[in-house]
């Protein structure tokens, strides 16, 4: 399984894909920057810089690279037939993917680190660094502010992964990765628009967690919000794992 980890961990890191997404990042976080000299009246500062775009980031960036990016690695593998020579090797279809989520794991956590420290990075060279951490009108420290700030943007890796096994179980199902691409991008806008328009039921779409469950660990006011949205998260990936376990075991593949 080691194998299979290091030449998922491999493609990616040769995937154009990759290199695209990391200069939309960076478009995104110059966005404000620009705006910021036109107007000629600075709002930011390094300290808040990287929290004000941790949204758009979490929530549309890599969740819409990691819709592409399943897309690709199931179905386009699958029709190119390299996805049955994998399984030619001594390796169980059960062992393929969970090294296959093993890997999708530390592929959101890159995606989330280079994020954070490319937003601390352009906060601090263009905004400075002031003396204190505001968030929600109280003062922290620069330590608690950083302490915050790390938890808020790794965090959401569990989520996130949660999602990605959504999207697995739907790449297994559909033979097209424009289907999956189409079908995966409809539920993550359902999710947005049920989270504006129903907003008693944020707590039930996994799409909220990849803002809030950041926070709910960077600010733990709410024990039984926490633990409600541990056991959320980690009963949806369960089932959606589960789902593309049963089926991909008896998914005709190599034939």
């Known amino acids: 399984m080691t194998g299979l980890i290091k030449n998922e961990m491999l493609k990616f890191f040769t995937n154009r894909k990759l ?34 775009m941790h949204g758009i980031v979490v929530s549309w960036a890599v969740p819409v690279f990691l819709i592409t990016l399943v897309a690709e690695t199931f179905t386009e593998e699958y029709s190119s037939g390299t996805l049955s020579l994998s399984l030619v090797h001594p390796v169980s279809r059960t062992q393929f993917i969970v090294a296959k989520i093993i890997s999708l794991f530390f592929i959101i956590l890159f995606l989330l680190f280079f994020a954070l420290i490319l937003a601390y990075v352009l906060g601090i060279l263009f ?6 951490f505001m968030q929600q009108g109280i003062a922290y420290t620069a330590w608690q502010g950083i302490s915050i700030t790390v938890i808020s943007f790794l965090a959401p890796v569990f989520p996130l992964l949660s999602f990605a096994s959504f999207i697995i179980l739907v790449a297994l199902l559909l033979s ?22 129903f907003s008693r039921l ?32 980690g009963c949806h990936g369960l089932i959606f794992v589960l789902g593309a376990l049963l089926h991909f075991n008896r998914k005709d593949i190599l034939n």
């Open 127 to 132: 905004f400075g660094w002031s003396g204190q």
């Open 19 to 52: 290199y695209a997404f990391l200069l939309i990042v960076f478009i995104l976080y110059m966005v404000p920057v620009v705006m910021t000299f036109v107007v000629g009246m600075r709002t930011l500062d390094g300290q808040v810089f990287p929290l004000t």
């Open 202 to 233: 944020q707590p039930y779409l996994l799409s909220t967690y990849f803002i809030s469950f950041g926070r709910l660990l960077a600010y733990p006011a709410g024990g039984e919000s926490l633990r409600f949205a541990v056991i959320f998260i």
């Open 176 to 197: 097209s990765s424009a289907a999956v691409v189409g079908l995966s991008m409809a539920v993550l806008l359902s999710y947005t628009m049920l989270d504006l328009i």
